[in-house]
């Protein structure tokens, strides 16, 4: 079956300018959650949405934003972005069903490499 | 509160000879645990995890991981190194039950040399 799919996977921004991410789960996956991830602060965990609602969400300013939709596809947006917001952005989604289990595995896309100029 | 610590960010093989790569963890909790591979601009790819049945986890590739408890450690080998290894890793621990989020060390960069 097809796995997480992100789209798109580069792109270049200037300062200021806002971002939209994609990520398409696994077939089935209802839990999407997003990791940015930067050579100095490694993988650091921005939100989870499980049936279009956000269930927890990482310690980032609210320029980042994200939704899931009803098919389970899910975007992230930065606005105003900075120098700093330049970092792969990776999405991971699980079968996860209702009640939190930890067992369950995250199947990641190839991320979205984006760079602030 | 959950954590975990990868104990080296570098690790250095010649093709061939075993891999160890350490992972320490903190939980309050009986944790889930997992190692990631990450090769170069690629996403996380699953190895092995463990979720409280068998302390010792065999994984892909030939890599497998032992739990113990009394040391909270979950380390990751792997018998004979291969210039394909050569990748980063990644050690995480499952958040607290309610929080759906997991935890990742800082990763250690494998390489292999021939």
């Known amino acids: 079956k097809a796995g997480v799919t992100q789209t798109p996977r580069y792109l270049i921004k200037t300062r200021g300018q806002q971002v939209t991410l994609s990520c398409s789960p696994i077939s089935g996956h209802r839990s999407v959650s997003w990791y940015q991830q930067t050579p100095g602060q490694g993988l650091q965990f921005l939100f989870e949405y499980f049936s279009e609602t956000q269930r927890n969400k990482g310690n980032f300013p609210g320029r980042f934003s994200g939704r899931q939709f009803s098919n389970s596809r899910s975007e992230m947006n930065v606005s105003t972005l900075e120098l700093g917001d330049s970092a792969l952005y990776l999405c991971?989604?699980?079968?996860?069903?209702?009640?939190?289990?930890?067992?369950?595995?995250?199947?990641f896309g190839a991320g979205s490499r984006l760079t602030v100029l | 509160a959950q954590s975990v610590t990868q104990l080296d960010s570098h690790v250095s093989v010649s093709e061939g000879t075993p891999v160890l790569l350490r992972c320490n963890y903190s939980s309050s909790y009986s944790p889930s645990l997992f190692w990631y591979v990450q090769h170069p601009n690629k996403g996380l790819q699953l190895l092995l995890k463990y979720t409280s049945a068998a302390t010792l986890v065999k994984g892909i590739n030939g890599f497998e991981a032992e739990f113990k408890k009394s040391e909270t450690s979950f380390h990751l080998t792997k018998p004979s190194a291969h210039m394909s290894d050569a990748a980063e890793y990644f050690c995480v621990v499952s958040g607290a039950s309610g929080t759906y989020k997991y935890i990742f060390g800082t990763g250690t960069r494998l390489k292999v040399l021939a």
């Open positions: 991971a989604s699980s079968s996860l069903q209702g009640a939190s289990s930890g067992a369950n595995v995250l199947t």
